[in-house]
């Protein structure tokens, strides 16, 4: 099975899981992150045994009001339903709070605010991505609205958008866009999105 090209869920079993009780409802969370931490491992294999399969890096489909998004796989550490956050004083006000994440306290961020969409009421199919960088220690929640499923992208095939639109404020941090045959995805480099998350929380402090 091609698990790039399938959902975590179909949409029967969907609604079975929300329907759940919240001990089971984090059970299936916490197959999420096992979903995603085998298909980092198969990317990985990929990678070392064809140099021709690197071009074809997985992505993480997600969905933020009607737009589709995908960022890089490697970057992600795990899925999780909305969590416990304690505010802080002198944040950006995309900067929901801190969360304990079993054992480890990160920040969350509302990822519509932080693009400069307007947020939203939370509702059943709203995730945090648990992001880390692969070259400083950063590692963030990001809120968004559902998780759809992971896919192989072809980089030469990413296309710089003409002009501004409604998603201006993320088109800073934007590889490109994905044109396929079902959808558009938003591509967003991960590495310069998690740096300008951090310097924005420490620019907001010091002010």
Do not use: C
Request: zero cysteines; charged letters at 20%; hydrophobic letters at 45%.
């Amino acid at each position: 099975m091609n698990t790039h090209q399938q959902p975590f869920f179909n949409q029967s079993a969907l609604h079975k899981f929300e329907e759940l009780a919240p001990d089971k409802r984090r059970e299936g969370t916490l197959k999420y992150a096992a979903e995603i931490a085998r298909a980092i491992s198969a990317a990985s294999a990929a990678d070392e045994s064809s140099s021709a399969s690197g071009a074809h890096d997985r992505h993480l489909v997600f969905r933020l009001d009607n737009t589709n998004y995908a960022i890089p796989l490697a970057n992600m550490l795990a899925i999780e339903l909305p969590l416990a956050t304690t505010a802080l004083p002198f944040v950006p006000f995309w900067h929901e709070g801190i969360a304990d994440l079993r054992g480890d306290i990160i920040s969350i961020i509302n990822l519509r605010s932080f693009f400069g969409t307007n947020a939203t009421t939370r509702t059943p199919s709203t995730r945090v991505l648990i992001m880390r960088s692969l070259h400083d220690e950063i590692v963030v929640g990001l809120i968004v609205d559902a998780v759809s499923k992971i896919r192989r992208l072809d980089s030469a095939r990413f296309v710089l958008p003409e002009s501004a639109s409604s998603v201006e404020e993320s088109q800073n941090f934007m590889r490109g866009i994905y044109y396929s045959e079902d959808a558009s995805l938003l591509v967003l480099d991960a590495e310069k999105m998690l740096r300008a998350l951090t310097v924005g929380q420490a620019e907001a402090a010091v002010r």
